[in-house]
């Protein structure tokens, strides 16, 4: 049984250490977040995460989601109960407006949560994760009464909700949606289609599921510019609030997938179902952004999460499993063989993944703060300083994120040797959930050109200019710390590369598209790494300042001046190849013909 | 239903222009390989697995193996129907030596079916894979009645033949094994113990199944210097050839894996059942290293295999699927979408694919022609260099070669989106698949070990200085071919990335074995890159030759031109960061403490 305890000192270490939450007291929404507060909910968190969800997460995957013949979804044994004890405990109410009933705490500590869920059980995480999407685009696109009907319940956990998109034929291309809503007199309208791929579809778990579905008014325009966002509740609600007619959506069937086997993954046909238009017809898309860029930095600290809960599981392994000897001599002579730590390839795929998931950590709550400060922060320069990172890392966070989580697990489960490919240990569980992190809202490779092609642009460039005032003004702080120095030099350096891959994308996307394209996916690996290095250059200072306090706690802080080291000794050399592979423009990419990759 | 058809035109380049096999018909064991002969070996070849082998691919993976409860175990519906026909059209016997039945054709012809094979269905291959390794084993050491008795059946595939040495307590570490043999008064030995992870274990493919056995003879010496190697018939043999008593080793149970599921994974219980030992007491290592060196090159052609048959997928799939529209305006305007094939970023995937595929096949050939050469070739020097050329680029073949497998099944898998997560479309089937080959037979951090620790300091460095010679004389000849002219450039620079890392272990490693080991993994990497860039330039070579004949193909060889500069401008630039990664040292892989990481 794999082991997991949420990370609750290093999450502590971010929070009050790196990002300083407390500090922004002054602000409205942070007023509550006292240092007594969040430590005592990061606490809490961990432990119910630890003794409710987490022990769930490999029987849910071998169990799955079943539909019965009636057509209804049951999750597998204990999620229920599981999520009753979460909604009664007001977990999912952390972040939110307390005008819903929600406690306001500043979206970091709500990120906190969101990667203790993943980290313990994805598939479970994923039934409250995908109504936090929801609720984002009710709160910003609904009416107020749409707000007052849906929202209460939805905050408090009692209702749930869903993301309609994705249609057999079409997934990132959303223009090419079939889906039809009929205008009726009553002021609903009459929704017909399919949606497919749709998490947390159907299930057990609450007693109405609030279904956001995207769909196109007759007389719509083609393209993306004609889809519109609706509410469509399973179970109609009525004036007073109590539930009414089930309403005319139903279940085809349940894929059956590579992981994530605990959420019931659904077809969900609609047949003239009753739905809401939310905000104006044709506008659905920025309605749906509004879901998305939630839901995409929700998936990015599932790879983190993934990451976490595998390197748990191989740090325990490679203390138990005693196979070979040191290569300087027995370091247990009285052994038969030396624990896999001894060896130092075993140690180098923990180091990498202790040093992501450090940096990682950070950067995701760094950019939930970013979040919290574009709404809140003091004047409206700030806000849109915040708002400009954390627009430019959303697709960093998610791809990047996602892609470093799928490795770490993968190399996670290589420490275990052949033990890590039998299902019983569950380390290829993280590796089959991590995957689908890398492909959801939004491919990986949409997620860099949103990068490169969107983010990069928008406003003449702003947003990457005030990430490179960010690195520039921390690397070029004097320090007397040896690791902080060498982490500020070899950020500078990596900096360099991305702000030459940067200008090459300047030089060459005006002329040809493609030159953006074919460099995409490497500029954003680029901006991770760098991103990485930031986090890193951030918590060496602050470890190498609490080494000089009286009883800190040495342990704790070398371990992270060594990460730090080790990004800038052997991750930080990554930067120039991925620069160079920018540079290297689109000739190779684009010339093949179709014929020619079909030979 | 996943497509496979056997890339017979792209081995015939590899075999007949690039290896030039039919130049070495002086040598014994190449006469009989004219190209006539190869061709329609190679092509009859790749029929029988597209018709018989590939459709059992995903109803293998879905049904899995079963133990019955009177202990038998079946292989899933088709296998045994199939592998009849393998048996009956002699695909087994290609580079068998003649004495035992085999057709004594070269390794590289073998080769090529391996790579058929586990292409089509890795999980069947694997029946007759380990057959191989096993085969090995009782023609080099085996006594000539051992040789007499099982070899003709296990050549003719009437019997087939697994490797069992793992234990639950150990695998890399196989001096712990605890699997006694106890001589008795006939000559043979009583074997008792429990065996894990036994590829093809048992199944019912066959009459009888030859088990290689390690085991430790009574007061052998502890460590790995006492074990001795067994041959432990399931069924015992009589004088007359006829199957006699069942053994004492049954089937405790077929492990649940994460792929592979069509090969039954056997845990194996030994009762005092009887086996002949191989060779001399405590000297079962060095018979074992001979299965497990042919069994690492068909384990690096495993990739090679996931490889190509996902990307046969994924191209499939980037033709059909329509997804927006290409960045240059729409490729197909009658139509509301583009196929994905417009979209820079599949391409680039599939470039990378088709880059690595084109090149790792180049290299197992060229691989397979050393193994030959190491035996055949006229002179001992001659031998001596081709043996010391395979004996450096098994662990790069296998490490690089099944990393590099399961990246391009994941980047595969990654072109078809979310349809590529669920399990009937059989993409996520190629990266279970193709998982497995990083672990057994050596764990990839295993190899990198077997190749700086043992390859790189045999015999003060040849084979590496004769790795060297081979690229610096091949960069070194003139072309007026521009693409030659870059790769080999690039290719000389990469090279030093590779004498710089070396030298920097000869410095380093003497004082700290640590050095070694945590540079261990990117130095087979950086060496994977080199050598795939070694093939390209070879292969550019010949490709801008046969452009320059009177009714050449002139599509295949420009696409071979395009793939060797996608090497050049997208792959190379990674030989640098990865010699700085092992010029970084072992500091920050050694430091951390046990209780740090724990942490």
Redesign the interface.
Known sequence: MPVFQAPT?DTRFVVNEVLGLESYGHLPGFEAATRDLTDSVIEEAGRFVNEVVAPLNLSGDQEGCTRHPDGSVTTPKGFKEAYARYVEAGWGTLAAPEVYGGQGLPHVIGFVMEEYLASANQAFAMYPGLANGAISAIASKGSPEQQATYLPKMVSGEWLGTMNL?EP?????LG?IRTRAEPQADGSYAITGTK??ISAGDHDLCENIIHLVLAKTPGAP?SSKGISLFIVPKFLVNADGSLGDRNAVSVGSI?????IHGNATCVMNYDGAKGWLVGEENKGLAAMFIMMNAARLGVGIQGLAQAEASYQNA??Y??ER???RA??GPAEPQQ??D?L?V?????????DA?MFIGGMRALCLWGALQVDLSHKAATEEERQAADDLISLLTPVIKGYGTDMG?KTA?DM??VW??H?????NGM?QF??DA??A???EG???VQ??DLV?RKLALNGGRAIQRLFAVIDAECAEDSADETVKLVAERLAKATGHLKAATMWFLQNGMA???A???G??AYMTLTGVVSLGLMWLRMAKVSAAALGQDGADK??Y??KL??A??WA??FA??A??LR??VE????????????????
Do not use: S, W
């Open positions: 000192r994705t034929h079409c997934g990132t291309d090419l497919i791929f083609e894929e059956h997938k590579m992981g740090v325990t490679a203390l005693r196979q070979g290569l300087t038969k063989a624990p730590l060896h130092p390839d075993v140690r180098r795929m923990l180091m202790k799928y993968t489960q290589q040797g052949g890590g490919y039998i299902a019983e290829d590796v089959r995957r689908i890398m492909i959801y491919a990986n490779g860099a050109m092609g040809n598209p493609n953006i394209g074919a995409a996916y342990a704790f070398e371990a060594l990460c080291r080790h000794l052997r050399p990554q120039g190849a160079y592979e290297a423009g689109p000739e190779t990419v684009m010339a093949m013909t179709a014929e020619q990759f079909a030979a």
